[in-house]
């Protein structure tokens, strides 16, 4: 009953701060499952799991974690596992032994669970490299006769800490653990290391992969230039696309890449100049065809929306602010967890407080 409120309240916030887009190419897989993704905005990545699959998962999390007064509270109530970091502590590296049991078992019993095996969220252009703690786990059970099925799932981000904004939840093709399993002891930390690496390049066809910095701002005014042409809006699947036209344009005609980089990379620079954050904002023409429509409907939009925005702003611009300002020094990776978890909170006071004015007013 906790985890199914949890998932409906998490899944239903998560949809109205971001536009989810899932890409999966049916039902998850039934049975032993180990979910595997890339971790780009911190505790955003796992929570997208609750809108990905309807099965109760058993998630793994850094310890530290479970120490905060309210994410601490939740984790424990959804049964989540702590992994001991050595960055965290590394005197507490032992108990990770029983974790890995843990997850084992679950799985033998037929659970799902998930996990991000790069060991961290960061905002690099391509994926960290895996820890071995997935295919461990998932070995371990394989070896005890759990049908074990990893599968891929693909997180990317338009404007990961911008509100409104895509994001694509891509569901890769299962990895059947059965066809790893070493024919004995000696063979382990092969069958460990294949796993992974197989685990690595389910992650890289389900991810936006790029091969240095100086090719992401490329992938992005590409993607802002074509929905501007297009009059869409930004599409987090597309972006992933364009990285993969990037890595074959860099490899094939290295030359006439850098060229365009540059000239990418420049006219982005323009726009930062300007303070323009589109390319749309660039292109206005004030002509009497368009300024007279724009006029006519900005005015009747001032008339009948006025009130609303006046009764909106007198009972919001207090909360309205407070997720942007306590993201205002987070790391990037981190901005979107900081104004989603301040806004779910915020939004509960908030709204309790205005039900017990009106209750007492009434």
Not at 140 to 154: F, T
Not at 259 to 280: I, N, W
């Amino acid at each position: 009953m906790f985890y199914a409120c949890v998932r409906a309240v998490v899944a239903l916030a998560l949809r109205l701060f971001y536009r989810v887009k899932v890409n999966a190419p049916g039902e998850a897989p039934s049975g032993p499952v180990l979910f595997v993704g890339n971790h780009p905005n911190g505790l955003i990545d796992p929570a997208l799991v609750f809108i990905l699959t309807r099965r109760q998962v058993t998630f793994m999390a850094k310890a530290p974690l479970f120490k905060l007064p309210v994410i601490g509270w939740l984790l424990k109530g959804l049964n989540a596992l702590p992994v001991y970091r050595k960055q965290d502590d590394p005197t507490q590296m032992g108990r990770n032994e029983g974790t890995l049991d843990a997850a084992k078992g679950a799985l033998v019993q037929g659970r799902a669970i998930t996990i991000f095996p790069e060991g961290k969220s960061h905002s690099e252009p391509a994926l960290a490299e895996l820890k071995t703690g997935a295919a461990r786990i998932a070995l371990n059970a394989a070896r005890e006769g759990a049908p074990v099925r990893i599968v891929p799932v693909g997180l990317t981000y338009a404007e990961k800490n911008v509100f409104r904004s895509e994001v694509l939840i891509d569901q890769g093709a299962p990895i059947d653990v059965q066809a790893f399993l070493p024919k004995d002891a000696a063979g382990e930390q092969d069958a460990v290391r294949a796993l992974t690496e197989r685990v690595a390049e389910g992650l890289r066809a389900v991810t936006l992969n790029l091969d240095q910095w100086a090719d992401l701002p490329v992938v992005q005014v590409a993607e802002q230039l074509y929905a501007f042409r297009q009059g869409g809006a930004l599409d987090a699947e597309r972006l992933r696309l364009w990285a993969r036209g990037v890595r074959l344009f860099r490899t094939q005609e290295p030359e006439r890449y850098e060229r365009l980089r540059q000239h990418l990379s420049s006219f982005g620079h323009r726009m930062s100049l300007v303070q323009a954050t589109r390319p749309e904002e660039l292109s206005v023409e004030y002509r009497p065809g368009n300024v007279v429509p724009f006029a006519v409907k900005t005015l009747l939009r001032l008339v009948f929306g006025l009130p609303l925005f006046a009764l909106g702003l007198a009972l919001f611009c207090i909360p309205y602010p407070l997720p942007r300002m306590a993201a205002r020094r987070a790391e990037l990776d981190i901005q979107a967890t900081a104004k989603f978890l301040t806004a779910v909170v915020v939004s509960i006071v908030w709204w309790w407080g205005l039900t017990a004015v009106a209750a007492v007013w009434g």
